[in-house]
Protein backbone atom coordinates (compact mmCIF):
# COMPACT_ATOMS: atom_id res chain seq x y z
CA UNK A 1 0.00 0.00 0.00
CA UNK A 2 1.74 3.37 -1.21
CA UNK A 3 -0.68 5.57 1.54
CA UNK A 4 -1.93 7.27 -1.66
CA UNK A 5 -5.35 6.98 -1.87
CA UNK A 6 -7.91 7.70 -5.34
CA UNK A 7 -11.12 8.10 -4.99
CA UNK A 8 -13.31 6.65 -6.59
CA UNK A 9 -12.37 3.68 -8.04
CA UNK A 10 -14.56 3.54 -11.26
CA UNK A 11 -16.57 5.77 -12.57
CA UNK A 12 -18.98 5.74 -15.95
CA UNK A 13 -20.33 8.53 -17.14
CA UNK A 14 -21.99 9.77 -20.46
CA UNK A 15 -20.38 12.12 -23.21
CA UNK A 16 -20.80 15.98 -21.99
CA UNK A 17 -20.77 15.23 -18.30
CA UNK A 18 -18.25 16.51 -16.15
CA UNK A 19 -16.61 14.31 -13.09
CA UNK A 20 -14.50 14.89 -10.05
CA UNK A 21 -11.37 12.51 -8.91
CA UNK A 22 -10.32 12.91 -5.31
CA UNK A 23 -6.45 12.10 -4.55
CA UNK A 24 -5.54 11.74 -0.74
CA UNK A 25 -1.77 12.34 -0.34
CA UNK A 26 0.44 10.39 2.02
CA UNK A 27 0.69 11.46 5.45
CA UNK A 28 3.47 13.79 4.94
CA UNK A 29 3.82 14.50 1.39
CA UNK A 30 3.46 18.15 0.00
CA UNK A 31 3.52 17.43 -4.03
CA UNK A 32 0.58 15.84 -5.75
CA UNK A 33 0.72 14.82 -9.22
CA UNK A 34 -2.06 13.33 -11.68
CA UNK A 35 -1.46 11.78 -14.53
CA UNK A 36 -3.75 10.13 -17.69
CA UNK A 37 -2.76 6.51 -18.98
CA UNK A 38 -4.77 5.64 -22.14
CA UNK A 39 -4.21 2.81 -24.60
CA UNK A 40 -2.51 4.94 -27.21
CA UNK A 41 -0.95 7.56 -24.95
CA UNK A 42 0.74 5.49 -22.49
CA UNK A 43 1.21 7.44 -18.71
CA UNK A 44 0.84 11.12 -19.67
CA UNK A 45 2.22 13.67 -17.05
CA UNK A 46 -0.92 16.47 -16.66
CA UNK A 47 -0.55 18.27 -13.55
CA UNK A 48 1.44 19.01 -10.51
CA UNK A 49 0.69 21.01 -7.07
CA UNK A 50 3.55 21.46 -4.62
CA UNK A 51 1.95 22.67 -0.94
CA UNK A 52 -1.65 24.41 -2.76
CA UNK A 53 0.09 25.81 -5.45
CA UNK A 54 0.52 24.68 -9.24
CA UNK A 55 4.37 23.62 -9.65
CA UNK A 56 4.48 22.20 -12.84
CA UNK A 57 2.05 21.69 -16.14
CA UNK A 58 1.83 18.91 -18.99
CA UNK A 59 -0.17 17.94 -21.63
CA UNK A 60 -3.67 18.91 -19.83
CA UNK A 61 -6.40 20.46 -21.72
CA UNK A 62 -8.51 22.77 -21.18
CA UNK A 63 -11.12 20.87 -20.08
CA UNK A 64 -9.82 19.62 -17.26
CA UNK A 65 -8.77 21.51 -14.29
CA UNK A 66 -6.94 20.52 -10.74
CA UNK A 67 -6.22 22.11 -7.81
CA UNK A 68 -4.63 21.36 -4.06
CA UNK A 69 -6.57 22.24 -0.82
CA UNK A 70 -5.22 23.63 2.05
CA UNK A 71 -5.32 19.95 4.23
CA UNK A 72 -3.37 18.91 0.96
CA UNK A 73 -5.93 16.40 -1.26
CA UNK A 74 -6.34 16.88 -4.20
CA UNK A 75 -9.01 16.63 -7.08
CA UNK A 76 -8.90 16.63 -11.06
CA UNK A 77 -12.01 17.81 -12.37
CA UNK A 78 -13.18 16.62 -16.34
CA UNK A 79 -15.66 18.27 -18.09
CA UNK A 80 -17.25 18.11 -21.25
CA UNK A 81 -16.20 14.70 -21.42
CA UNK A 82 -15.48 13.07 -24.25
CA UNK A 83 -15.06 9.27 -25.37
CA UNK A 84 -11.46 9.67 -25.70
CA UNK A 85 -11.47 10.91 -22.40
CA UNK A 86 -11.69 7.23 -21.03
CA UNK A 87 -8.37 5.89 -19.40
CA UNK A 88 -7.06 5.66 -16.02
CA UNK A 89 -6.11 8.16 -14.15
CA UNK A 90 -3.40 8.21 -11.67
CA UNK A 91 -2.40 10.51 -8.83
CA UNK A 92 0.89 9.94 -6.88
CA UNK A 93 2.64 12.33 -3.99
CA UNK A 94 5.81 13.03 -2.35
CA UNK A 95 7.63 15.12 -0.24
CA UNK A 96 8.80 17.59 -2.81
CA UNK A 97 10.50 15.78 -5.93
CA UNK A 98 10.70 12.96 -6.60
CA UNK A 99 10.19 9.38 -5.86
CA UNK A 100 6.63 9.09 -6.31
CA UNK A 101 4.32 7.02 -5.05
CA UNK A 102 1.23 6.18 -7.08
CA UNK A 103 -2.16 5.51 -5.59
CA UNK A 104 -4.07 2.90 -7.61
CA UNK A 105 -5.99 5.31 -9.96
CA UNK A 106 -9.59 6.03 -11.27
CA UNK A 107 -10.76 4.09 -14.39
CA UNK A 108 -12.82 6.44 -16.22
CA UNK A 109 -15.24 5.38 -18.58
CA UNK A 110 -16.89 7.70 -20.92
CA UNK A 111 -19.70 6.89 -22.58
CA UNK B 1 11.30 17.86 -23.91
CA UNK B 2 13.76 14.87 -22.58
CA UNK B 3 12.85 11.62 -24.67
CA UNK B 4 12.34 8.20 -22.79
CA UNK B 5 12.80 4.88 -24.84
CA UNK B 6 12.40 1.93 -23.27
CA UNK B 7 13.39 -1.93 -24.80
CA UNK B 8 12.57 -4.65 -25.78
CA UNK B 9 9.24 -3.03 -25.98
CA UNK B 10 7.96 -7.15 -24.97
CA UNK B 11 9.77 -9.73 -23.52
CA UNK B 12 8.05 -13.39 -22.75
CA UNK B 13 10.20 -15.62 -20.22
CA UNK B 14 9.80 -18.95 -19.09
CA UNK B 15 9.52 -18.80 -14.97
CA UNK B 16 13.37 -19.04 -13.74
CA UNK B 17 14.98 -17.25 -16.25
CA UNK B 18 16.78 -13.98 -16.23
CA UNK B 19 16.34 -10.88 -18.33
CA UNK B 20 17.65 -7.27 -18.39
CA UNK B 21 15.22 -4.24 -19.43
CA UNK B 22 16.36 -0.59 -20.55
CA UNK B 23 15.63 2.69 -20.72
CA UNK B 24 17.60 5.34 -22.62
CA UNK B 25 16.97 8.96 -22.28
CA UNK B 26 17.69 11.78 -24.09
CA UNK B 27 19.51 14.19 -22.00
CA UNK B 28 20.64 14.03 -18.60
CA UNK B 29 18.61 13.33 -15.80
CA UNK B 30 18.39 13.57 -12.20
CA UNK B 31 15.54 11.49 -11.19
CA UNK B 32 14.92 8.12 -12.26
CA UNK B 33 12.50 5.94 -11.30
CA UNK B 34 11.31 2.14 -12.34
CA UNK B 35 7.92 0.93 -11.88
CA UNK B 36 6.11 -2.67 -12.12
CA UNK B 37 2.42 -1.73 -13.20
CA UNK B 38 0.71 -4.98 -12.36
CA UNK B 39 -2.13 -7.10 -13.94
CA UNK B 40 -4.52 -5.07 -12.10
CA UNK B 41 -3.05 -2.13 -13.14
CA UNK B 42 -1.39 -0.80 -9.63
CA UNK B 43 1.88 0.89 -10.26
CA UNK B 44 4.63 -0.24 -7.97
CA UNK B 45 7.91 1.72 -6.90
CA UNK B 46 10.34 -0.54 -7.73
CA UNK B 47 13.33 2.05 -7.63
CA UNK B 48 14.72 5.36 -7.27
CA UNK B 49 17.80 5.25 -8.69
CA UNK B 50 19.30 8.75 -10.76
CA UNK B 51 22.48 6.83 -10.34
CA UNK B 52 24.58 3.89 -9.30
CA UNK B 53 22.86 0.42 -8.20
CA UNK B 54 20.80 -0.98 -6.09
CA UNK B 55 19.28 -3.98 -5.46
CA UNK B 56 15.88 -5.72 -3.84
CA UNK B 57 15.89 -9.23 -3.49
CA UNK B 58 15.98 -10.55 -7.42
CA UNK B 59 15.69 -7.33 -8.65
CA UNK B 60 18.39 -4.67 -9.02
CA UNK B 61 18.92 -1.04 -11.16
CA UNK B 62 21.91 0.46 -12.54
CA UNK B 63 21.74 4.25 -13.88
CA UNK B 64 24.96 5.46 -15.87
CA UNK B 65 23.57 9.24 -16.03
CA UNK B 66 26.75 10.11 -17.81
CA UNK B 67 25.96 7.48 -20.84
CA UNK B 68 22.06 8.04 -20.54
CA UNK B 69 20.66 5.01 -19.76
CA UNK B 70 19.44 2.66 -17.15
CA UNK B 71 19.42 -1.07 -16.65
CA UNK B 72 16.72 -3.21 -14.69
CA UNK B 73 18.02 -6.44 -14.21
CA UNK B 74 14.93 -9.33 -13.10
CA UNK B 75 16.77 -12.77 -11.56
CA UNK B 76 14.85 -15.95 -11.48
CA UNK B 77 12.11 -14.19 -12.39
CA UNK B 78 8.34 -15.24 -11.62
CA UNK B 79 5.17 -15.48 -12.62
CA UNK B 80 3.84 -12.88 -10.55
CA UNK B 81 7.07 -10.72 -12.20
CA UNK B 82 4.40 -10.24 -14.92
CA UNK B 83 3.52 -7.01 -16.13
CA UNK B 84 4.71 -3.64 -17.79
CA UNK B 85 7.52 -2.11 -16.30
CA UNK B 86 8.32 1.68 -16.68
CA UNK B 87 11.18 4.35 -16.37
CA UNK B 88 10.09 7.59 -15.92
CA UNK B 89 12.38 10.95 -15.35
CA UNK B 90 12.66 13.94 -14.44
CA UNK B 91 10.96 16.27 -11.53
CA UNK B 92 7.54 15.78 -13.41
CA UNK B 93 8.50 12.06 -14.04
CA UNK B 94 7.99 11.21 -17.79
CA UNK B 95 7.40 7.80 -18.64
CA UNK B 96 8.83 5.58 -21.34
CA UNK B 97 6.88 3.59 -23.43
CA UNK B 98 7.44 0.59 -20.96
CA UNK B 99 8.56 -3.41 -21.59
CA UNK B 100 5.80 -5.55 -21.05
CA UNK B 101 6.98 -9.01 -19.05
CA UNK B 102 5.37 -12.11 -19.98
CA UNK B 103 6.92 -15.07 -17.15
CA UNK B 104 5.45 -18.57 -18.37
CA UNK B 105 5.02 -21.14 -15.64
Known amino acids: DSGVTQTPKHLITATGQRVTLRCSPRSGDLSVYWYQQSLDQGLQFLIQ???????AKGNILERFSAQQFPDLHSELNLSSLELGDSALYFC??????????FGNGTRLTVT | GIQVEQSPPDLILQEGANSTLRCNFS?????LQWFHQNPWGQLINLFY???GTKQNGRLSATTVATERYSLLYISSSQTTDSGVYFCAVQGDMRFGAGTRLTVKP
Open chain 2, 49 to 51: IPS
Open chain 1, 49 to 55: YYNGEER
Open chain 2, 27 to 31: DSVNN
Open chain 1, 92 to 101: ASSLSGPPLH
